[in-house]
Nanobody, 122 residues
Framework: QVHFVESGGGLVQAGVSLRLSCAASGRTFSDYAMGWFRQAPGKGREFVAAISERSGTTFYADSSKGRFTISRDNAKNTVVLQMNNLKPEDTAIYYC???????????????WGQGTQVTVSS
């Protein structure tokens, strides 16, 4: 069992940056691949980025490439999503999740945080 708490969201203007953090507690953090997903009002949960247990592999949605960077610090039980050049279409609740595979399919993740709101104004 593992629990996550996301932080770092907020209301920002298009073109600026945000750094989202996900703090883990419970069993060994490094046992899990980690992903970031987002969900906008009226839409399904959308994959953003994922990273393997020891940071050897990363995987990004096309909309994230070149703007977002996922990283993790297993010593601090933390995964980070650095979001640059934010756009209004990035507005969503952002969730971190843990699973056994670096994947963009939400159903393959086992544990989820409660989310943090990101709102980007034009």
């Amino acid at each position: 069992q593992v629990h996550f708490v996301e932080s770092g969201g907020g209301l920002v203007q298009a073109g600026v940056s945000l750094r989202l953090s996900c703090a883990a507690s419970g069993r060994t953090f490094s046992d899990y691949a980690m992903g970031w997903f987002r969900q906008a009002p009226g839409k399904g949960r959308e994959f953003v980025a994922a990273i393997s247990e020891r940071s050897g592999t990363t995987f990004y949605a096309d909309s994230s490439k070149g703007r977002f960077t996922i990283s993790r610090d297993n010593a601090k039980n933390t995964v980070v999503l650095q979001m640059n050049n934010l756009k209004p279409e990035d507005t969503a609740i952002y969730y971190c999740a843990a699973g056994g595979l670096v994947t963009g399919q939400a159903s393959l993740y086992n544990y989820w945080g409660q989310g943090t709101q990101v709102t980007v104004s034009s």
